[in-house]
Every structure is written in structure tokens, then in C-alpha cells.
């Protein structure tokens, strides 16, 4: 059974500088699919970021990119230039590219709660 | 293009008693499925419809059920219900089934909050 790690309960940054958020994740498979997922006050989940394991190619979209290593089953979040909005619980999410075995089940991690400063 | 819609957001049950929330998938999404999220925990897999058929469970017990209508909405039923319980449901919907590697990407429900006292 896939498992994911976020080891940080809580992180705080200064309005516009950078923080990382750590994901690790346990799987045998080799394909599969990783996400960044913000859940702000709202409740609404809304995915931040995804990376398929397949590619080596570290995912980006706008300030948010990521850092994943393969062999070490890590995936970090790093946001730049954090802004207020980016106020949120960060959910890291593993899921399986099997539909007919697994679906589209997502596991995910704990959360991290990320505090922005101003 | 209408998103992901649950109803109610939210509900105040009694232990032991029955309760059903909804879902209303995306337009052009024919898989949902269901997740359980404890205050301050990540959401945990409770099961998905696929075309109207369960494909894939979690690990909760038969008192929680669901179903899929010909529309690809859904329901989560919850029946005996505990304290436990108490959490946000969270519905998700996705275009399911394509070939090769799986690109299903997941669109999230503002939830219905769930208390059992």
C-alpha cells in the first residue's frame, strides 16, 4: 500500500520570500502521480501543482515548482514570492496510474498548514 | 463549464441515525468519488463510481455506501452513524476511464461538514 509523509505540521513565511514544504512518499510501483493540493479556509481543495513520475522534468506553475527525486521518494513544494492568499493547509497526494485496479484513489499526506506574514 | 457542487454544506445528525449527502459531478465527468477528512487530517479514500459502479473502496466499513444515477451524480450514504463520523465529506469528479496512463484529473467539491452528536 502506497503511503505519503508531510512532516512539517505547521510553517510560516515572510510575505514575499520563499518556503519549502516536504512531502515523502513509500510506493513499489514505478509510473504513478504526484500533487500539490491547497486547501484554504474555504474548504475547497484546488490542485497547486502535479508531477508524473515518468517525467524528470521538476513540474512548475508560476511561483509554485517543485523538487522531485525519484530514487529518495521525495517531493517538495517550494513557493517564491509568497503572497497572503497563499494562506492555506498544502495537502501532498500520491496516486496510482492503474484505474481499473485503484481508480483515481488520491492518498494523501497529513497536511502542513502554511502561515504567510505580512 | 459548472463545477463540482455538494449539498448540504452542512448537516447536525444524531448517533444511530441515517444520513445522505449529495454530489453533482462536473459536465463531462463520469467518475466520483468520495473522501472522509477529520479535523485537521487529510482526506482518507472512501470509494469511487465509475459509470455507475463501485470501482475501488477504501477502508470503511459497509454502513458507508453510495451510488452512482444515470447523470453521474452521487450519493454517500452513512447509516448507524457514530461520533467518529463527525468530518468533511469531500466529493471529487474526474472524467474517469482513458487509454493508456491514467490523466484523470480530480476536481474537488467545497465538501458538506458532517457532526454527529
Known amino acids: 500500500a502506497q503511503t505519503v509523509t508531510q512532516s512539517q505540521p505547521e510553517m510560516s513565511v515572510q510575505e514575499a520570500e520563499t518556503v519549502t514544504l516536504s512531502c515523502t512518499y513509500d510506493?513499489?510501483?514505478?509510473?504513478?502521480?504526484l500533487f500539490w493540493y491547497k486547501q484554504p479556509p474555504s474548504r475547497q481543495m484546488i490542485l497547486v501543482i502535479r508531477?508524473?513520475?515518468?517525467?524528470?522534468q521538476n513540474a512548475t506553475e508560476n511561483r509554485f515548482s517543485v523538487n522531485f527525486q525519484k530514487a529518495a521518494k521525495s517531493f517538495s513544494l517550494k513557493i517564491s514570492d509568497s503572497q497572503l492568499g497563499d494562506a492555506a493547509m498544502y495537502f501532498c497526494?500520491?496516486?496510482?496510474?492503474?484505474?481499473?485496479?485503484?481508480?483515481?484513489?488520491?492518498?494523501f499526506g497529513a497536511g502542513t498548514i502554511l502561515r504567510v506574514k505580512s | 463549464e459548472t463545477g463540482v457542487t455538494q449539498s448540504p454544506t452542512h448537516l447536525i445528525k444524531t448517533r444511530g441515525q441515517q444520513v445522505t449527502l449529495r454530489c453533482s459531478s462536473q459536465s463531462g465527468h463520469n467518475t466520483v468519488s468520495w473522501y472522509q477528512q477529520a479535523l485537521g487530517q487529510g482526506p482518507q479514500f472512501i470509494f469511487q463510481?465509475?459509470?455507475?459502479?463501485?470501482?475501488g473502496r477504501g477502508n470503511f466499513p459497509p454502513r458507508f455506501s453510495g451510488l452512482q444515477f444515470p447523470n453521474y451524480s452521487s450519493e454517500l450514504n452513512v447509516n448507524a452513524l457514530e461520533l467518529d463520523d463527525s468530518a468533511l465529506y469531500l466529493c471529487a469528479s474526474s472524467q474517469g476511464l482513458r487509454v493508456a496512463l491514467g490523466d484523470y484529473e480530480q476536481y474537488f467539491g467545497p465538501g458538506t461538514r458532517l457532526t454527529v452528536t
Open positions: 463510481y465509475y459509470r455507475e459502479e463501485e470501482n
Open positions: 508531477q508524473e513520475a515518468y517525467k524528470q
Open positions: 510506493t513499489s510501483e514505478s509510473d504513478y502521480y
Open positions: 497526494a500520491y496516486r496510482s496510474p492503474y484505474f481499473m485496479e485503484y481508480g483515481n484513489k488520491l492518498v
